[in-house]
């Protein structure tokens, strides 16, 4: 058995992607793990693909450590500097975490806060950085602020005596694949393909 190694930011559930990969590709498993930094993982040759988080340039955080650090998406220039293939696959709602006991809990979960609803709020943190989320989120299960971020990442590192929404009137943050181009083969097509929607047995 051979493994597709991949590895994906906090808040990413590739579980069905997964799936449908075993399914198709006869003696290959995919492997995954969550980090903080995937494209790190990839960069080092630890991974063959990444899903990463983008978060544009209306969020703090980037999408990784060293040359990653001050970007926040890759141009085709970047792509081009790192030789590496990117395809984004879907945007995410943006979220707002508060004490659980807080008046944004009135909401239904399936309702979203609005920008004027944290007007008189303490904001400790707007952003992407799983380390940081994870940081301030302690601080607000300490009934103290708010964090603003991926509603996602905000699920997948969410502490006790926290709760969250979805945030209106936000920008998206984006979610997808980046890998080397050395590493760009029938396998890791077969994997984009299917995290694009791609039906078994059709074309590219």
């Known amino acids: 058995m051979r493994y597709l190694k991949v590895v994906f930011t906090p808040g990413a559930v590739p579980g069905k992607w997964f799936g449908r990969f075993d399914d198709r590709m006869a003696g290959w498993r995919a492997a995954g793990a969550a980090a903080d930094d995937p494209l790190a993982h990839v ?8 899903l990463v988080r983008f978060p544009g340039s209306a969020w703090s955080g980037s999408l990784g450590s ?3 650090a001050d970007l926040d998406d890759l141009t085709p220039e970047d792509l081009d500097r790192f030789d590496l293939h990117r395809v984004r696959l879907y945007e995410e709602q943006p979220g ?4 659980k006991e807080h ?8 309702e ?5 609803d944290l007007a008189d709020e303490m904001e400790l943190y707007r952003g992407c950085d799983p380390v940081q989320v994870r940081e301030n989120l ?19 590192v969410n502490q006790r005596g926290v709760a969250h929404r979805g945030l209106a009137g936000v920008p998206s943050t984006g979610i997808g ?23 078994n047995g059709s074309s590219r």
């Open 96 to 99: 707002v975490a508060f004490p």
């Open 43 to 50: 960069m080092a040759g630890t991974a063959d693909i990444a």
């Open 103 to 110: 008046a944004l809990g009135a909401l239904d979960d399936t």
């Open 177 to 199: 694949l980046v890998w080397r181009r050395d590493r760009d083969d029938e396998v890791v097509q077969q994997f984009v393909g299917i995290c694009r929607g791609r039906r």
């Open 66 to 68: 060293g040359e990653f």
């Open 138 to 156: 302690a601080v607000v299960a300490a009934n103290v602020g708010i964090v603003v971020a991926p509603r996602p990442l905000l699920r997948a």
């Open 112 to 116: 979203t806060a609005r920008p004027g």
